[in-house]
């Protein structure tokens, strides 16, 4: 159990201001704590582009749909139109892991 304060003055914040910024710091630590959240990923970093891992055409792989989490091993060429023929669940969104 730690103990903490906010300080008792800072530059051009009043009291009221000193207390809301620690609580709220501290209520988003918590929150963070509680759901094992990460907050070290930069927000400004977001991109609107998704990442796609297309399968392997050497190798086989695993696929996990992320409808239903089911996983499968495919063989190697497997294509995406193959892995939704598997018939998982009624919408299959497969993510080559």
Known sequence: RGNSREAEVKK???ESQITGTASSYAGKRALGN???LDD???ADGYTDEPVVKLPPQDVSFVG???S???S???NPGTSIQQMNAVGCCARPDW???
């Open 12 to 14: 051009g914040m009043d």
């Open 40 to 42: 070290s990923k930069d």
């Open 64 to 66: 996990r749909c992320q």
């Open 95 to 97: 993510m080559v892991v």
């Open 72 to 74: 499968y091993t495919f």
């Open 68 to 70: 239903c989490g089911k």
């Open 34 to 36: 509680l759901f094992a």
